[in-house]
Structure formats: structure tokens, C-alpha cells
């Protein structure tokens, strides 16, 4: 197993994007979040959250003779047939593997296909590298509360594994370019799915929307005079000061804050076209909106742009064949609805989409579903990403004693942290390559 320290000195975490990561590193400070400079552009970074923990070994198979054979042996009565898996043609690990997707996904093959799609294989958060004897022995040091949902959860908005903090590495990108936001100024941090710790930082935090747009007091613009009482009654609320009382000074204070960035959001988004037609669910509403803000992004006085979405019910004890089927589907057809939305806006070079997931679930079965795992299967997207490949490596899928990487009922150890994806991201995002260690200081591990 390559160290992390190794695979930065190698360069190969410079293949996960276009623009590379430095080989050089500053030592990171004590601090959470540290202080970063990042060189503004025109750039943004969805991320989706799987949340549950995605059995990703069912989404990403080998189909190669061998290695399906250990795949079909592991999973039981889990594993998909070989001949409804959906290739994907023209690729072949260093090993000589071939793979299939999940059939639910064909919009992702076919962005694969088309080279704006990639996976990355047995990613996990991690504090350094670990083997079979390490972890089995005790002196491994591990993510606090390995398989434990909140914490793995937190762990993948934060890359911080060995410690546990309400800060993200999206709130670092806010501190940096938005110091002393002023009042009226949205957050280039959106959240699509409300408070979260990625976006989270030393002095900033992100801006709520829904799949509709921006949340304020909207007043029926149809003239009446019931309509005009209560605009002039909210207005007057709002031009109303408490001066001896802090409570609703303060309240007051939030709320002419929060309705005036709401009318500067809905202004800014309120004519953009998205020629792209999306379904109904709730993930491909969400993205076209981010597409929508992405290219309102002049209007909103933002360059760079974070967005965060929760997409849940992975945690599939129980009925995972038909749950994950549907699941994989919708994730797919709006993934494919949003990269198609962004190329036809003509700001596919400015966005990279990627997803986690809580972590990966054990290879072997519970019965009818599987349980809570560590490695597991990503991916990312976008016109920067050079797609159809598969970094990493993907792992054996045999159990026990013939897998170097279980540690027991299917669990794998990752052999690619989220600190080297994310390092990548970030530097692409125009983070200075001085501070990615300071932003992830377990890359030194």
C-alpha cells in the first residue's frame, strides 16, 4: 500500500483533474479550518450526499471472469447478474478488469461514455494509512466512530477523521473569498438541504434555498387592499426599532437581512432560463436550480460558487435490491439531466459535481440487505473531470483470509482517502498549493 505522503510526492493525485497538486507542502497550523488564499474564478462544486451509506459494490462491479466470480461469491444472494450490468466499454483497470454499472444507471454510462464522468474506488475518510494488522491489532488510528453514521457523516464534510469539528472545507473556501461579508451579501456557500458543517467556517456559513428558490415574505403582487395592508404592515414592521429591547432588535435585524438577500436572490434568478427539461424528483429539482444559480452567478456578485445536497434513505438494512434499483435510477437521471442543463448554458467548464456517501456497506449479506462498512465506490463529474476512468484501485471483492483489506463480514479498509479527492478538488477550485495541506493536514500522514 502506496503512503498518502507517496501518492502526493508521486503526483498522482494530479491525474484526478486537469490542473494538478503541487508536490510541495507547507506544514498545516493548529486550527480547524485554517486560514487559506484561493484565486478567484469562475468555478463551482456540487456536492450530493449520499446519506445512509450507498452499497456502492453493487453500483460499480467488475464483470471480468475472475473477478466477478469473487464478486458473485462474496455478495450471495445480493449480487447482480452479470448480463444486466451496463458496461463500461473501453476501460480496463491495470489489472485487466473489465465493469459494469448498476442496469438503473444509464445515464451515467453514458457520461462516462462520453468522458465527463469518472469513479474514484475504496475511498473512505482515513488519518493514515492502515493494514489488515494494524486495524486488527488495535494500533491503527482510525476515524473516530468507524461506522457510526453521525460521525462518518461529519467525517466526509469535514476530511477531519481525527477530530471532531463543526467546520468544512467549503466554510474555509467562504472565509477566504467572503471575509466580512457584508449584510446584504448572499453566501457563495447554497444549501439545498439547510444547516450543514461543509459549509460551515471560522466567520461564514451558507445560504438556505429549496428546488423553488430563495425563502422570504413574498406578498400577493395583485392589487388589492388586502394585499396593500400587508405590505405596508411588514414594512412598518421592519422599519420598526427596539432600541431598548436587544431580543427583537436582533430578530428584526435577521429578519430585514434574510428578506433582503431573498428579494436580491429571486431577482438575480428570476429570468434565467434552463432549457434542459428535469423530472419530478426531488434530487433533479435541486440541481436545476443549482444550474440556475450557477448562472446567476454575476447577478449574485459571486465567483466561485459551493453547493450542498442531501439526498437520503441509503441505509439499506433491509430490501436493498429493489430501494437501491430505484435510488441509483433517480441519482442517475439527474445527474444526467444536470451535466446536460450545464452544457447547454455553456458553464459545463466551470462546474465539477461529486458524491459521498456515509461509507461503503459489507460486502457480505444480513439476509436481505447489508450492513455499515468503511471503503467504498464514488464518483465526480463535469467537463474538467477527465472521465471514463476509474481511479484508485478497485479493491479485491474476495472475504477473510483471502482479502488483505477485510477485516471482517466484508468491511474494507480504503486505499484512497478523502483527503487526496478532496485535495484535488480544492486545487482545481484554485485553492494555492501551499495550503492544501493546511486544509487537510492528514495528507502528511
Same mark, same amino acid.
Not at 466567520?203 to 405590505?231: F, M, R, W
Not at 441519482?331 to 444526467?336: E, P
Not at 455499515?372 to 476512468?389: D, I, K, S, Y
Given at each position: 500500500m502506496i503512503s498518502r505522503r507517496q501518492f502526493i510526492q508521486a503526483g498522482a493525485a494530479t491525474s484526478l483533474l486537469a490542473t494538478g497538486i503541487a508536490p510541495s507542502f507547507a506544514l498545516p497550523q493548529r486550527r480547524a479550518v485554517p486560514a487559506i488564499s484561493i484565486r478567484p474564478q469562475k468555478k463551482a462544486l456540487v456536492f450530493i450526499m449520499l446519506d445512509g451509506g450507498n452499497d456502492s459494490f453493487n453500483m460499480l462491479v467488475p464483470t471480468s471472469a475472475d473477478a466477478y466470480a469473487e464478486y458473485r461469491n462474496s455478495r450471495s444472494n445480493l449480487a447482480l447478474q452479470n448480463d444486466q450490468l451496463r458496461p463500461l466499454a473501453g476501460f480496463k483497470d491495470s489489472q485487466g478488469r473489465s465493469f459494469g454499472l448498476h442496469e438503473s444507471m444509464p445515464e451515467v454510462q453514458q457520461l462516462f461514455a462520453d468522458k465527463q464522468l469518472a469513479f474514484i474506488a475504496n475511498i473512505g475518510p482515513m488519518i493514515e494509512p492502515v493494514t489488515k494488522a494494524s486495524y486488527l491489532s488495535g494500533e491503527a488510528r482510525i476515524p473516530l466512530g468507524l461506522l457510526s453514521h453521525?460521525?462518518?457523516?461529519?467525517?466526509?464534510?469535514? =476530511?477531519?477523521?481525527?477530530?471532531?469539528?463543526?467546520?468544512?472545507?467549503?466554510?474555509?473556501? #467562504?472565509?477566504?473569498? /467572503?471575509?466580512?461579508?457584508?449584510? !446584504?451579501?448572499?453566501?457563495?456557500?447554497?444549501?439545498?438541504?439547510?444547516? $450543514?458543517?461543509?459549509?460551515?467556517?471560522?466567520? =461564514?456559513?451558507?445560504?438556505?434555498? !429549496?428546488?423553488?428558490?430563495?425563502?422570504?415574505?413574498?406578498?400577493?403582487?395583485?392589487?388589492?387592499?388586502?394585499?396593500?395592508?400587508?405590505?405596508?404592515?411588514?414594512? $412598518?414592521?421592519? $422599519?420598526?426599532?427596539?432600541?431598548?429591547?436587544?431580543?427583537?432588535?436582533?430578530?428584526?435585524?435577521?429578519?430585514?437581512?434574510?428578506?433582503? /438577500?431573498?428579494?436580491?436572490?429571486?431577482? #438575480?434568478?428570476?429570468?434565467?432560463?434552463?432549457?434542459? #427539461?428535469?423530472?419530478?424528483s426531488d434530487l433533479s429539482q435541486q440541481l436545476r436550480k443549482v444550474a440556475q444559480t450557477i448562472k446567476a452567478a454575476d447577478s449574485l456578485n459571486h465567483q466561485q460558487q459551493t453547493f450542498f445536497i442531501r439526498y437520503g434513505g441509503w441505509d439499506h438494512h433491509d430490501e436493498l435490491l429493489n430501494n437501491h434499483a430505484r435510488m441509483l435510477g433517480?441519482?442517475?437521471?439527474?445527474?444526467?439531466?444536470?451535466?446536460?442543463?450545464?452544457?447547454?448554458?455553456?458553464?459545463?467548464e466551470q462546474v465539477v459535481t461529486f458524491t459521498g456517501s456515509d461509507f461503503g456497506r459489507t460486502l457480505t449479506s444480513n439476509g436481505n440487505g447489508?450492513?455499515?462498512?468503511?471503503?467504498?465506490?464514488?464518483?465526480?463529474?463535469?467537463? #474538467?473531470?477527465?472521465?471514463?476512468?476509474?481511479?484508485?484501485?478497485?479493491?479485491?471483492?474476495?472475504?477473510?483470509?483471502?482479502?488483505?483489506?477485510?477485516?471482517?463480514?466484508?468491511?474494507?479498509?480504503?486505499?484512497?482517502?478523502?483527503?487526496?479527492?478532496?485535495?484535488?478538488?480544492?486545487?482545481?477550485?484554485?485553492?494555492?498549493?501551499?495550503?492544501?495541506a493546511r486544509l487537510f493536514p492528514n495528507l502528511n500522514s
Open positions: 453521525a460521525d462518518q457523516f461529519k467525517h466526509w464534510q469535514t =476530511s477531519r477523521p481525527d477530530i471532531r469539528i463543526n467546520q468544512g472545507w467549503f466554510g474555509a473556501f #467562504a472565509d477566504a473569498l /467572503q471575509p466580512g461579508r457584508a449584510a !446584504t451579501q448572499i453566501s457563495m456557500n447554497v444549501s439545498l438541504s439547510g444547516s $450543514n458543517i461543509m459549509q460551515n467556517g471560522a466567520s =461564514s456559513n451558507h445560504y438556505s434555498i !429549496t428546488d423553488k428558490g430563495s425563502i422570504g415574505l413574498v406578498v400577493n403582487e395583485e392589487a388589492s387592499p388586502l394585499n396593500q395592508a400587508l405590505l405596508d404592515s411588514f414594512e $412598518n414592521l421592519l $422599519n420598526t426599532e427596539y432600541h431598548n429591547d436587544p431580543f427583537k432588535k436582533t430578530y428584526l435585524n435577521l429578519t430585514r437581512e434574510a428578506q433582503t /438577500q431573498h428579494e436580491i436572490f429571486r431577482s #438575480a434568478t428570476a429570468n434565467i432560463p434552463v432549457p434542459t #427539461a428535469f423530472s419530478d433517480v441519482l442517475s437521471k439527474a445527474l444526467g439531466e444536470f451535466q446536460t442543463a450545464l452544457n447547454a448554458m455553456e458553464i459545463a447489508t450492513d455499515h462498512g468503511w471503503g467504498g465506490n464514488t464518483l465526480m463529474m463535469g467537463a #474538467a473531470v477527465p472521465g471514463g476512468q476509474i481511479f484508485g484501485d478497485y479493491p479485491s471483492l474476495a472475504l477473510e483470509d483471502e482479502n488483505p483489506l477485510d477485516v471482517g463480514n466484508g468491511v474494507l479498509i480504503p486505499t484512497l482517502s478523502t483527503d487526496m479527492l478532496y485535495a484535488a478538488l480544492a486545487n482545481w477550485f484554485g485553492v494555492a498549493a501551499t495550503d492544501i
